[in-house]
């Protein structure tokens, strides 16, 4: 069973940010594992935290001379700079119950049966702000109700691309593509009108 590192939604007002990066991740020192960069194909560097069970998995899996598809949350303050959250690592023989003929796979072609492809993204929350002359946008994104202690439970991200200020406040689901340090928008669905009605 190919395990797909983007899960399907559960719930249709479901908030997420998440995504799959292939790169090399690069610690800023040997000490502190759990900081560093990802340096995608195109020699592109992305800030990057690894979060706790990631971190297991990257001491004891991953060789960090090699590139790998990282599962990411992604978070910025603005259009132009982009860090990543790695929650996981996506590789259907090392860390999945596959078996290991790596070396005939194509792992893209994996990810398109799956249909995602490298530097996908999935977004879904509310969106809050449009700009029309920058061409941007911003999604708040609440974190699910089990973290709800947390600080920073909601964070916003802001896309490039056009939605109409008419569908302001409305939950949308968005199929967004990295490009170097910003996520643009490459498709959208309304899953709700105007959540600001029911609050």
């Known amino acids: 069973m190919l395990k797909n590192p983007i899960p399907q939604v559960t719930n249709q007002l479901q908030y997420r940010a998440i995504g799959i990066v292939n790169g090399k991740f690069t610690p800023h020192n040997t000490e502190q594992l ?4 990802l340096i995608d194909d195109k020699g592109e560097k992305i800030e990057t935290v690894v979060l706790g069970k990631a971190l297991s998995i990257l001491k004891k899996h991953i060789d960090l001379k090699k590139s790998y598809y990282w599962v990411v949350y992604p978070k ?7 860090h990543l959250q790695v929650t996981g690592i996506w590789d259907p023989y090392q860390l999945n119950d596959f078996p290991n003929n790596s070396s005939k796979t194509n792992f893209s072609k994996l990810l398109k049966e ?3 492809k490298d530097n996908y993204f999935s977004v879904r929350g509310e969106l809050v702000f449009v700009n029309t002359q920058k061409k941007e946008i911003v999604i708040k994104i609440n974190s699910s109700s089990k973290l709800k202690n947390l600080k920073n439970k909601n964070f916003k991200l802001v896309i490039k ?9 409305s939950f949308v689901s968005l199929d967004i ?3 170097g340090n910003a996520l643009k928008l490459i498709k959208y669905e309304v899953i709700e009108k105007d959540l ?3 609050k």
């Open 114 to 116: 799956l249909d995602l």
């Open 196 to 198: 600001s009605e029911n």
């Open 161 to 169: 691309g056009e939605l109409s200020l008419e569908l302001l406040n």
């Open 76 to 82: 910025n303050k603005n259009s132009q700079n982009l």
């Open 34 to 37: 759990n900081r560093g960069f």
């Open 177 to 179: 593509n990295r490009d």
